[in-house]
């Protein structure tokens, strides 16, 4: 059984910035990902890093802005954002899977965590 969960999510003005943490109980998963909802979307992918941190992918819009990282011998994941917009803001969610076929689809993710919210200001 995995577990997830998320933690450093909080208030920020436009252009701060903020590390999102994900923590992992049991067998860390191949592949990690962030996914984030905003209020009446839907959830959409953030950011994905394979086990040994060697393939990152990133949605376009916070490319050069997010980076996704992993510690295997810690079982964590992080989310390090800058120039951060309010655009951002959203419920942010860290998810696992072994076998990945699509990075973006949240459909192929197994495990997931409860979510930490980042409120961006203008």
């Known amino acids: 059984q995995v577990q997830l969960v998320e933690s450093g999510g909080g208030l920020v003005q436009a252009g701060d910035s903020l590390t999102l943490s994900c923590a992992a109980s049991?067998?860390?998963?191949?592949?990690l990902a962030w996914f984030r909802q905003a209020p009446g979307k839907e959830r959409e992918f953030v950011a994905a890093?394979?086990?040994?941190?060697?393939?990152?992918y990133y949605l376009d819009s916070v490319k050069g802005r997010f980076t996704i990282s992993r510690d295997n011998a810690k079982n964590t994941m992080s989310l390090q954002m800058s120039s951060l917009n309010p655009e951002d803001t959203a419920v942010y969610y860290c998810?696992?899977?072994?076998?990945?076929?699509?990075?973006?689809?949240?459909?192929?993710?197994?495990?997931w965590g409860q979510g930490t919210q980042v409120t961006v200001s203008s």
């Open positions: 890093i394979s086990w040994n941190g060697g393939s990152t």
């Open positions: 049991g067998r860390t998963s191949r592949w």
């Open positions: 998810a696992g899977v072994e076998v990945l076929s699509r990075y973006d689809d949240a459909k192929v993710y197994r495990y």
